[in-house]
């Protein structure tokens, strides 16, 4: 029997999202079409009647803005944001900045599949030399942390992303939720992913192929030990969801005009 409710967010399109880049720690803002989608994801929830009690982001701008973007809609700007870097999206190291479709053509779409989606490979880190490491590594937001700056990942697996949010979730989210409020976690394609392949207990093999699209929120349903009691729901038009997830399946293949 459910008993609580817990719904997960991956932002709306980011800048780089459309130019089918690794973004990873780049502070990159929401895109014009990831703004829509954010308002759209707010204004669903609002027509199917949720309401939600407290609000968990990512340290990174695309994921607070799209939780502004779904309150102001819902009309419950007042609903407390709290903001981690424990729920940022996976570091992917060497390969920030990088276009996934090149990546395709250089080093093939099994490898690209591999660096995006498998659950223990980690991509080469991020060094002083790369073009973004000081524009994060120096950024006022990881002075923040509850880690030193020195301590914070240079590249990760999504095993590392789950490693580093569990003790965030168990601590701080899980409590909140048990003391019987809505939340919703606006965040990250790997680290809502993540924490899919925790609370649905979903094998190191199967997690490579669950996608989740930008600005379509997910729905758990849970049991008093924070288990789900029905699969998990993508809400809003299901054939647009399914196409917007084979658009993400696309990213790391090669582009036609590059064949």
Known sequence: MSKYKLFLLRHGEGAWNKENRFCSWVDQKLSENGVVEAQECGRLLKKQG??????????LSRSIHTAWLVLEAMGEEWVPVTKSWRLNERHYGALIGLNRAEMALNHGEERVKLWRRSYDITPPPIHESHPYYAEIYNDRRYSTCDVPKEE????????????????????????????GQTVLISAHGN??????????????????????PTGVPVLLEMDENLRPVKPRQLLGDQAKIQAAIKKVEDQGKVNAENK
Not at 50 to 59: A, E, G, N, P, R
């Open 191 to 212: 680290s809502c992913r993540a924490l899919l392949k925790h609370l649905e207990d979903i094998s190191e093999s199967d997690i490579v192929n669950v996608t989740l």
């Open 50 to 59: 949720y309401q939600f009690d407290q609000v968990f982001t990512s340290l």
């Open 152 to 179: 914070l990942p240079t590249t990760e697996s999504l095993k590392e992303v789950l490693d580093r949010l569990l003790p965030y979730w168990n601590d701080v989210i899980v409590p909140v939720i048990k003391s």
